[in-house]
Structures are given as structure tokens and as C-alpha cells.
């Protein structure tokens, strides 16, 4: 099966660009989040393509006012990997690696938009996420992470929001093997996984960014943690400082798995706290974890779906919103230069881990 993409360098094997793999869990993802200065609007957006699945899937979230307002798209892909279109939601590449542009057609829904997306820097490059529950290969993806500003507008309601380069943002590209699509039918003899501990902060700072992630074990053991430290808008060449064994301390919001504050240690002479500052957004919206909308759900030829979250329906405790970013405060101290800036703490915690005093499926910090 020929494809656009076959007309581009892009194989990775002796089949056409259709084919990826043998895997049936193989995956290939965008995603972006952006935020005004002052924390009042908050956006996110992301697309999947699943070409073992035939299924391509796209959201477009906007959290404003105490409402996150939600738009999902579905359609089949029919093994076409170059058409960055699903319904109303479409991305354009239009400088790789450095611009990309994020559109959302008039709908029946109340969300519309175009906006433009500029880095900062060279995108960071993780390293590259292998977990296997026994014999089974459970997760094996890379993916790459960039700070930007954002420039367009956005509406809610036909309410128009103007952006402008004071919003920043981040945005993610990954591909590999992660769970997608319908429940696969025989559990490995170990049984599936009830352990997930994720932490990610990508913050924005005046002239530099920063990024911090930590998957670990039950007894907290990291099986991929990384910090780096790159330059800013001014410095596409700048180097990039990593740091491969970040120590980092919780402290919980009573009653729940959600953090009230997190600090991180890179060495003896660089530390992160980062301070929630406002509404929390629900990973939910953009198909993480959802019941109907999960990655990879085959909805036929083409299904477009909105619906709201209130505050009260993203607080601790509803399914829908397990999986959460939160704005934070970020201060840096590196050593004798200290700066604060804004950005995201990205966190989903199942089951135990012992550092941070977890116990059980999903029993509240203590």
C-alpha cells in the first residue's frame, strides 16, 4: 500500500511508510499545551496516528473560567500517515522542528481557533522508554520535548482570545509501542500492570527551559528519570545541561494523590520547587485514560464529540481526572543566578511508592 509518505525519506524498514512495525500497539503522537502569562487560559491539544489500528484520533482542549471545554475527533486513516487532519482539528508542519500551526475549524461544538507555534530551542531528545511486564513489551518509545511561545487567537463560545508571544507553552512529539486501542485479549501470566508513577515539569523560564520527568517503580526506583537544562528563544545552538539522577521530594494535597508542591534537586547546586497556581486541567479531554475517547478506539469513518468539565468535576476522586496538568510557579535556583518563570506538573500516580508514601490501587497521600 503506497502512501504520500512514501514519497518522502521517512522509511524505517523494507515496506512502504503505511506498514510500522509488527506491533499492533505501535503509535506515532503529537502533542501541545500553551498558557497566557497570567494563568487565565489554558490550552492543549493532541493527535495520534495507530497504523496498525487503521485509526487516527485528535482533541482540542481550552480551560477558561473554572471550565475545561473539551473537542475529540476520530477517523479511520485508511494507512495515510501524511494527512494531519481529523474532522476540525488539523496540524501543518510548517517549519520541522521550529514553527508548526495548530488549527481548529468552526464547529458544532464552541471551540475554534488557529494558532502558531515558535520554539525556543533544538527539541530535547529523552531517553527512550523500555519497560516489559515479563516476557511482554509493555512501553518502548522515544520522544522528544520543546518549549515555544504561541502566537494566533482562540474561541470559546464565539468569546475570541487573542495570543500573543507573552503565551508560552510545550509541546511533545513521541512514537513507539504504548498500550492503545481496544483491551487486549489475554493478560500476560503476571497479570497487567496496577503501578504507574509519572512526574513531568516542563517549565519556561525568561531565557531558558527546563524539563524534568521521573517514571519509577513501586519502591520508587526510577526506570527513566532525566532533567535538562537548555538556553532560550535566543539560542537554537545553546548546549544543553543534563542531569541523568535528579533527587526529588512530594508534598500532597490532603485527602488525594495531587501535589501541593514538588522540589527536585539536580545537583548540589540547582534546585527546582515548583508551587500549583491554579485550576487543574484533565489529561481526560485529550483521551488519556477516557472510557469512549481512549487512544486508538476505533468510532468509524469520522465521529466529532464535545463536551465541559466544571471544576467540581475535575477535582480528586473522579475517574476523569486521575490524570492531570497543573500550572505551577517554577523557581530555579543554579547555583548563584535564581529565576522564576511558569509551567505544567504533569502528574498520574497508581498504585504504592514508598518514597513518597503512596499505598494501594489509588488510597489518598497521606
Not at 147 to 171: C, P
Request: hydrophobic share 35%.
Amino acid at each position: 500500500m503506497l502512501t504520500k509518505g512514501d514519497d518522502f525519506p521517512l522509511h524505517q524498514s523494507a515496506e512502504p511508510i503505511a506498514f510500522a512495525g509488527t506491533d499492533r500497539n505501535f503509535y506515532d503522537r503529537y502533542f501541545f499545551n500553551g498558557y497566557s502569562p497570567d494563568g487565565s487560559v489554558f490550552f492543549a491539544a493532541a493527535m495520534g496516528f495507530y497504523p496498525q489500528l487503521g485509526v487516527v484520533d485528535a482533541a482540542f482542549c481550552v480551560l477558561v473560567g473554572g471550565v475545561q471545554h473539551n473537542l475529540r475527533a476520530s477517523r479511520r486513516s485508511g494507512g495515510e500517515r501524511l494527512d494531519l487532519s481529523v474532522g476540525p482539528i488539523a496540524i501543518t508542519i510548517d517549519a520541522p522542528l521550529e514553527r508548526l500551526t495548530l488549527r481548529i475549524a468552526a464547529n458544532e461544538g464552541p471551540l475554534a481557533g488557529e494558532l502558531h507555534f515558535t520554539a525556543r530551542h533544538f527539541p530535547i531528545e529523552e531517553p527512550r522508554f523500555t519497560r516489559r511486564n515479563g516476557t511482554r513489551l509493555f512501553m518502548d518509545y522515544t520522544r522528544m520535548t520543546q518549549n515555544g511561545h504561541w502566537s494566533g487567537w482562540l474561541s470559546v463560545d464565539e468569546q475570541r482570545v487573542d495570543v500573543n508571544a507573552d503565551w508560552a507553552g510545550t509541546r511533545d512529539r513521541s512514537w513507539g509501542i504504548r498500550p492503545v486501542g481496544a483491551t487486549e485479549p489475554q493478560p500476560p501470566p503476571e497479570g497487567n500492570f496496577h503501578q504507574f508513577f509519572w512526574l513531568w515539569t516542563p517549565c519556561n523560564f525568561a531565557d531558558r527551559s527546563l524539563f524534568f520527568h521521573s517514571n519509577d517503580d513501586g519502591e520508587g526506583s526510577p526506570w527513566n528519570r532525566r532533567a535538562v537544562l537548555v538556553g532560550g528563544a535566543s539560542s537554537k545552538g545553546s548546549a544543553e545541561r543534563h542531569y541523568s539522577d535528579p533527587a526529588f521530594a512530594a508534598e500532597w494535597q490532603p485527602g488525594t494523590r495531587r501535589l501541593s508542591k514538588l522540589t527536585a534537586d539536580f545537583d548540589r547546586s540547582t534546585r527546582l520547587t515548583l508551587n500549583p497556581s491554579g485550576p487543574v486541567f484533565a489529561m481526560s479531554g485529550l483521551g488519556y485514560t477516557h472510557p469512549v475517547w481512549g487512544h486508538g478506539f476505533d468510532h468509524g469513518d469520522l465521529e466529532v464529540a464535545h463536551d465541559s468539565l466544571s471544576e467540581a468535576e475535575r477535582t480528586w476522586g473522579n475517574p476523569l481526572a486521575m490524570h492531570v496538568q497543573a500550572l505551577v510557579r517554577a523557581d530555579l535556583a543554579d547555583g548563584d543566578r535564581s529565576d522564576s518563570g511558569i509551567g505544567v506538573l504533569e502528574q498520574l500516580f497508581v498504585g504504592p511508592h514508598a518514597p513518597t508514601g503512596l499505598t494501594g490501587l489509588m488510597d489518598p497521600a497521606r
